[in-house]
């Protein structure tokens, strides 16, 4: 007999925690998972398949408009925002009950409550119970951070709350750069709302590759969006049945809702790690090894809350690997490179490896191969509109660091790309591979002249 409660205790049921716990149940381990809110965590419930669900009916305000130039005659078509938000609750509530029922299945106890940590092996729930584990995963992933801490932020939503406004905003202001940021005001853009963007930064999404910046930038621009680099809200007051936001330059702009997406934190406090001895970073992220366990041998984290790579197939990916390793006896190591990863916006961006500016600080020789050219679709539809696309490659070996890229469908294209990135092909291989015509994909095997060299050293 165990002298333990349970072989696994799981602190969130998010993507990560779910399949940490599926895979450890499968490998014999007595597994239960305690969750606060709803099954499916950030990703089914508010975050990537929600606001996927949300780009998708943006996007057919352009499609309806792109229609004429093909011979269709449409009526003027009309947005609902109630029909549009009932639709994405039915979905995710759909896949919410088949998290749960994968979880039954496969023998995991359901625990609804809030867990916290009272040592290395005991969790006390809001239930008032206390249990002991022989492991313990915190997966409880991240939330919203809302910064700038601003007179008058408690007047503005996160990412969490926009999904299911009551209203449609006709005017919104978007705060922050980052790909959330972007990604909402791309969306609410295309549905009909104005939307005025404003970010501390030169420009959107510090971090990626510079001429999809650029790019992205002005298609934002064209789309309707008014953007305000280099500055951020110092006060938000309700005024005349509107929130009137004060800016940093001593402008002030009515909206209806202002979304403060500037980020997002690993959801930690309160949940005991302090006084069970595990070590956290400066921003309240878990500290873990590549193996996903903390300081404390019994503890594990993995997801958004360790602060690595804060992508769900990254959780999952992280999730599973703990419990081959302390379940299954099969030592596994995530393998953080060549993470592929999309911003879906409207036209939205793939991107895999090293960005130009990255490369260039790391290789002394990096050849630069980019393209940029007018989609197909927009020759008859009339659209102002161009796709960039962009090869990275190391000028001693050949080797193809990064591809992004900036156009229709280019989430798909990079998942696709990480593969052949992931086992090192170099920008012959590319070359090798017959392409297919007509699409925009074939641009990426079809670009010979190479339009930069740059050299560590010389101007």
Known sequence: MSDFDYDLFVIGAGSGGVRAARIAAGYGAKVAVAEEFRIGGTCVIRGCVPKKLYVYASRF????????????????????????????????????????????????????????????????????????????????????????????????????????????????????????????????????????????????LRGFDEDLRAGLSEAMTHAGVTLKAGLLPTHIERAAGCLRVALSDGSTVDVDQVLIATGRAAYTAGLGLEAAGVGLRHNGAIIVDERSRTNVPSIYAVGDVTDRINLTPVAIREGHAFADTV???????????????????????????????????????????????R???????????????????????????????????????????????????????????????????????????RSARYERGKA
């Not at 925009?440 to 010979?448: C, P």
């Open 327 to 373: 379940f299954g006896g099969k030592e596994t190591i995530v393998d953080h490179r060549h993470v592929p990863s999309a911003v879906f916006t409207t036209p939205e961006i793939g991107t895999v490896g090293l960005t130009e500016e990255e490369a260039r600080r790391e290789y002394e020789v990096v050849d630069i191969y980019k393209s940029t050219f």
């Open 61 to 204: 305000a352009e499609d309806f408009e792109d229609a004429a130039g093909f011979g269709w005659n449409v009526p003027p078509a009309r947005f609902d925002w109630p029909t549009l938000v009932a639709a994405k609750e039915k979905e995710i509530s759909r896949l919410s009950a088949i998290y749960a029922t994968n979880l039954e299945k496969a023998g995991v106890e359901m625990i609804a409550a809030r867990a916290t940590l009272e040592g290395p092996h005991a969790i006390r729930l809001s239930t008032g119970k206390t249990v002991t584990a022989r492991v313990i995963l915190v997966a409880t992933g991240g939330a919203p951070a809302m910064h700038p801490a601003i007179p008058g932020v408690e007047l503005a939503i996160s990412s969490n709350e926009i999904f299911d406004l009551p209203q449609f905003p006709a005017r919104l202001m978007v705060v922050g750069g980052g790909y959330i940021a972007v990604e909402f005001a791309s969306v609410f853009a295309r549905l009909g709302s104005q939307v005025t963007q404003v970010f501390r930064a030169d420009n959107v």
């Open 375 to 449: 989609p197909m679709k927009a020759t008859l539809s009339g659209r102002a509109e161009k796709t960039i696309m962009k090869i990275v490659v190391c000028g001693h070996t050949d080797k193809v660091l990064g591809v992004h890229v900036l156009g229709h469908d280019s989430g798909e294209m990079a998942q696709l790309l990480a593969i052949p990135i992931r086992m090192g092909a170099t920008k012959a291989d590319f070359d090798a591979t017959m392409a297919l015509h007509p699409s925009a994909a074939e641009e990426l095997v079809t670009m010979r002249t």
